[in-house]
């Protein structure tokens, strides 16, 4: 009993950054892409966390630079690969699925093949018999707080009216006056931006490698498959996952932290079909 | 006179037959060059009795056998990215077959051999076959990442499985033993080139007959499909199936080549190194990805090169062939000479196309 409120609280703390990366998974699908590179960017987002761990400072205050940096190479990606490609969601998926072995190719050049661990540098607390991570804790508080900032600005600001105008209907919010283009290049990049704040955040519980990001990529994806095109359904989502691939790695064994999002998002896209994305919107 | 009436304008247009996708072309005299070509390394390597070349050219020509299994999913419209899983799945059958009945391959007169590589046919099949299913009602951009999630999930599913250990390979704790099959190189170089030429003549033979006729025409419009009395999802399904079969049979022998099965036989490496095959050899042809596929194989073993930067070669390639011609990547109709006008109208909007008009709904 208590090795399973343990994993349950330590699979949704593990999934709340997850989040992040899922509602990156999201947004580009609102603009019709699949963002098949989104690992690399998760990946990216440990890395520097790695790097600032190394230098004394706490993982995830390095989540602020690897998002700003994703940003603009965001950006760059929608604008050189993406625009172009737009009409036809398979090339782009192609076109950023080779971006994302890029991104493993430059990793592995510059950090090496070889695991690495992010360490905790925080203080640990214990409720009854579950322990956790202050930093999970201040960071799952973090990512909540993210999550219900962004559903106020989806609703309730001009710019989400915006978004939410452009994922129904571009040609309707072209024509009241809306920058469709630019709102889908912006939607895309921070998307990537948000998925390297997850890799930050969630450094410090998973092996960090060049290759980190295909599960990272599997768990956004399943995520958003299951959790739907809302912010709300896909923080559910994430928590959900997070709790049953914790308790399948650690009743199991470790692969299993990856067979469950791939299965979850293999049986998902199986069962709704291609009507999974229809509804995606920013 | 005796010549044909022309006419001009709106009206020529109109008369015009619609564009139908190209069969692949019969073999002509510059694929028997191209036959003698890819031939003459192993005539050479077994006048010579080198083992190196020997070696090389049977994992050569087991890629080529690879590459070409692919094209069945070419053909009907299916980009699948995940076509490592048949691949493997029928190596890992033949481990699990030889390991539980136990069968050696000495001592039954080559009995057990094929009956290890038609279990590996038939667990490729079953593999192919799943995928199938999953994907049956998807986009062609959801068929790619669904193919290539079911790849990762079996390679997480055979590191799981760690007995025996094996030392001094890679991926040391989770490779597993498979009794040798040929007992020397030159033995596998052959039955590696009669593989990869029965594969070629196979596909090529499916691929010209009524049955590619069907593929095509449902990879290019269900509609018309229907009309023509084709049932184009399950001729979607038999191909994943057949390129599945085909794919277990190379993912075998490379299992009885090698004396051992890894989980880095379900990699996006081999995932990515059909379609790269397919797409620089040409899928239009079938002798092409296959001859791409044996070449890309024998010089990456000769030049030694690290299988990151081989999967960024492969991924690039594909890629260039996304933006060279974007509405027909990882299809049969692909060229890279071909580049439509920026104001054709993609094929994803294109009415009366159910599966592409679903991925016209995918990117709203």
Redesign the interface.
């Known amino acids: 009993m208590e090795l399973t409120t343990q994993l349950i609280a330590s699979g949704l703390l593990a999934g709340a950054p997850y989040a992040l990366a899922a509602w990156g998974a999201a947004v580009a699908?609102g603009a019709?892409v699949?963002n098949?590179a989104l690992g690399a960017f998760f990946t990216l987002g440990a890395y520097l966390a790695l790097e600032a761990a190394a230098r004394g400072i706490p993982a995830f205050y390095a989540a602020g630079p690897a998002a700003a940096a994703a940003l603009a190479l965001g950006a760059g990606i929608e604008r050189l690969?993406v625009r172009?490609?737009?009409?036809?969601?398979?090339?782009?998926?192609?076109?950023l699925?080779?971006?994302g072995?890029?991104g493993?190719?430059i990793f592995?050049f510059v950090w090496g093949?070889a695991e690495r661990s992010v360490p905790l540098r925080l203080s640990v607390v214990q409720i009854e018999h579950v322990v956790v991570a202050g930093a999970e804790l201040f960071v799952t508080a973090g990512v909540t707080l993210g999550v219900f900032a962004l559903m106020a600005l989806a609703r309730h600001t001009r710019a989400g009216l915006a978004v939410r105008a452009a994922g129904d209907s571009a040609e309707i919010a072209a024509a009241s006056g809306v920058h469709v283009e630019r709102l889908r290049t912006w939607a895309f990049a921070a998307g990537c931006a948000a998925a390297a704040a997850a890799g930050a955040f969630a450094s410090p519980n998973t092996p960090v490698s060049?290759s980190m990001g295909?599960?990272a990529l599997?768990f956004s994806?399943a995520a958003a498959a299951i959790g739907g095109p809302g912010l709300a359904g896909l923080f559910a989502a994430s928590l959900a996952l997070g709790v049953i691939t914790n308790s399948a790695a650690g009743y199991l064994?470790p692969?299993?932290g990856?067979?469950v999002p791939?299965?979850v998002?293999?049986a998902a896209?199986?069962w709704r079909?291609?009507?999974?994305?229809?509804r995606a919107r920013a | 006179m005796g010549t044909r009436p022309r006419m001009k304008g709106a009206g020529a247009a109109r008369l015009r037959p619609a564009k139908t996708p190209r069969a692949p072309s019969r073999a002509g005299s510059g694929w028997w060059v191209l036959a003698g070509c890819a031939a003459l390394p192993f005539i050479a390597a077994g006048l010579l009795h080198d083992r190196f070349a020997s070696s090389i050219l049977a994992v050569a020509g087991l890629k080529g056998l690879f590459a070409v299994s692919w094209l069945f999913l070419a053909a009907s419209g299916q980009p699948s990215l995940g076509h490592a899983l048949p691949y493997g799945a029928g190596a890992y059958a033949v481990a699990f077959l030889a390991r539980r009945l136990p069968l050696e391959s000495s001592g039954t007169a080559g009995f057990t051999p094929a009956v290890l590589t038609a279990a590996a046919a038939l667990a490729g099949a079953c593999a192919g076959g799943l995928q199938g299913r999953l994907t049956r009602r998807l986009t062609p951009a959801l068929i790619a990442a669904v193919t290539l999630a079911t790849v990762q999930a079996a390679h997480s599913l055979a590191t799981m499985w760690t007995a025996p250990v094996m030392r001094g390979v890679s991926e040391a704790d989770t490779a597993i033993p498979v009794p040798p099959f040929p007992a020397g190189d030159r033995g596998a170089m052959w039955i590696a080139a009669a593989a990869m030429a029965a594969g070629v003549l196979c596909v090529g033979a499916v691929l010209r007959s009524r049955a590619g006729v069907a593929l095509r025409t449902a990879a290019a419009d269900e509609r018309d499909a229907a009309a023509l009395g084709f049932d184009a999802p399950r001729l979607r399904f038999v191909a994943f199936v057949a390129s599945g079969a085909i794919a277990g049979i190379a993912g075998a022998f490379a299992a009885q080549f090698a004396g051992r099965v890894t989980p880095g036989l379900f990699s996006w490496h081999a995932s990515l190194f059909v379609a790269a095959a397919a797409m620089l050899g040409g899928p239009f042809t079938v002798a092409g990805p296959a001859a791409a596929g044996y070449v890309i194989a024998a010089a990456a073993q000769i030049a030694d090169v690290p299988a990151g930067v081989e999967l960024a070669f492969f991924a690039a390639v594909v890629a260039a062939a996304a933006v060279r011609d974007p509405q027909r990547v990882l299809a049969l109709s692909f060229g890279w000479n071909h580049r439509p006008p920026a104001s054709r109208v993609p094929e994803a909007a294109r009415p009366g196309t159910v599966r592409t008009a679903d991925a016209g709904a995918a990117g709203r």
């Open positions: 699908l019709g699949l098949l690969f172009p490609l737009r009409p036809w969601p398979l090339a782009s998926a192609v076109v699925l080779a971006v072995v890029a493993e190719a592995f093949g060049p295909r599960a599997l994806l064994a692969q299993w990856v067979l791939a299965l998002f293999t896209a199986a079909g291609s009507s999974l994305w229809g």
